[in-house]
Nanobody, 125 residues
Framework: VQLQASGGGLVQPGGSLRLSCAASGFTLDDYNIGWFRQAPGKEREGVSCINNSDGSTYYADSVKGRFTISRDNAKNTLYLQMNSLKPEDTAVYYC???????????????????WGTGTQVTVSS
């Protein structure tokens, strides 16, 4: 099982980035899948996830309305479209799979079975 994240970079406040996470060794929609981030000196935070049973999505309050999670099953790839970026979004972003993701209950567990590589997102002028 491999998850390879990409798409990070340096962007000005208000800008946009799209992160990608290519999966191999398993089928993406067999598991809950999502994005986490960790900023220096802070705990890891669940950003967004997709429940594989019904396709429902969860977003942390800090990113709701600005970020959009999606997946392309044909490409076995997960995406995170990030708009209106803020300096506080600066972090290393990780994709992961097989975590508890219950959007109806506003629950995204901080633990996951499989973790991908991280990609740095820096929002700064």
């Amino acid at each position: 099982v491999q998850l390879q994240a990409s798409g990070g970079g340096l962007v000005q406040p208000g800008g946009s980035l799209r992160l990608s996470c290519a999966a191999s060794g398993f089928t993406l929609d067999d598991y809950n899948i999502g994005w986490f981030r960790q900023a220096p000196g802070k705990e890891r935070e669940g950003v967004s996830c997709i429940n594989n049973s019904d396709g429902s999505t969860y977003y942390a309050d800090s990113v709701k309305g600005r970020f959009t999670i999606s997946r392309d099953n044909a490409k076995n790839t997960l995406y995170l479209q990030m708009n209106s970026l803020k300096p506080e979004d600066t972090a290393v972003y990780y994709c992961a799979s097989d975590m508890i993701c219950l959007p109806g209950l506003r629950i995204m567990d901080n633990r996951a079975e499989y973790w991908g590589t991280g990609t740095q997102v820096t929002v700064s002028s």
